[in-house]
């Protein structure tokens, strides 16, 4: 690779114009999603360990492995009462199913792009659960 197009590459990394075109190119990649009704924007978890047993059987076939990555990690510490936030929400299925589930007094899902966001407000109507557009590198909720 020649020297100029090593220094063009490290620019772009480096730059501002790195989030301009990650911010085009994620609302791009999620709009087009083939399935209009896929919540969940993971690869999934399954247990090796334990029994597949018949769990989430709400979910359809290609989201079971999905939703039990949040089942996995969300358990981890008791969320009933707390005010929890998921940066990064994606289409939202992490955040409905932490809500239903896990019962945290407040939900809020954070996304970067206004296409997510309006696909969450319309698929996951659930009255403690609330999405917003924000930036994981300067939210606007305070610590804790």
């Not at 089942?71 to 008791?78: E, G, R």
């Not at 206004?114 to 939210?139: T, Y």
Request: hydrophobic share 35%; charged share 20%.
């Amino acid at each position: 690779m020649n020297n100029a197009f090593q220094q063009f590459v490290i620019y772009l990394v480096d730059s501002p114009l790195k989030k301009f075109i990650w911010k085009r190119w994620y609302n791009l990649l999620t709009s087009n999603v083939a399935n209009n009704k896929i919540t969940f924007m993971n690869y999934g978890y399954v247990d090796l360990e334990q029994d597949i047993k018949p769990l989430l059987s709400e979910y359809k076939q290609e989201e079971v492995y999905c939703a039990r990555l949040y089942q996995h990690v969300a358990n981890a510490i008791p969320l009933n009462r707390l005010d929890v936030l998921e940066v990064g929400c994606g289409r939202g299925g992490g955040s409905s199913y932490i809500t239903r589930y896990l019962h945290p007094k407040t939900m809020t899902g954070v996304d970067f792009s206004e296409r997510n966001i309006k696909f969450c407000q319309k698929n996951h109507v659930i009255p403690q659960l609330n999405f917003c557009i924000g930036d994981a590198e300067s939210l606007e909720f305070a610590d804790c």
